[in-house]
């Protein structure tokens, strides 16, 4: 099993910064991938960006450019560096790790809000 927990949320204004962690434990050698997803209020889970362990990536457009994913080489931490953070970007984020198998692993997300 593997277990995800983020860290790094918090209350920016508008334009800033913050980096979101999260650390994996478990069977680590079992994730294929790690990516970090977000939900604001009355909307879908949607994906952020995602990371996988030979380093490919992928991110949603409305992120691209702001955002970058990164994680350590054994995959124990993953890394969300969030710049020029916008009002819209107020969401609680999660974690996921995909576990080879086809199963995932989320954490219990961390809220990150953004004043305008």
């Known amino acids: 099993q593997v277990q995800v927990v983020e860290s790094g949320g918090g209350l920016v204004q508008s334009g800033g910064s913050l980096r979101l962690s999260c650390a994996a434990s478990g069977s680590i050698f079992r994730i294929t991938a790690m990516g970090w997803y977000r939900q604001a209020p009355g909307k879908q889970r949607e994906l952020v960006a995602r990371i996988t362990r030979n380093g490919s990536t992928n991110y949603a457009d409305s992120v691209k450019g702001r955002f970058t994913i990164s994680r350590d080489t054994g995959m124990t931490t993953a890394y969300l560096q969030m710049s020029s953070l916008k009002p819209e970007d107020t969401a609680v984020y999660y974690c996921?790790?995909?576990?080879?198998?086809?199963?995932?692993?989320w954490g219990q997300g961390t809220q990150v809000t953004v004043s305008s």
């Open positions: 996921n790790a995909v576990v080879f198998g086809n199963s995932n692993s």
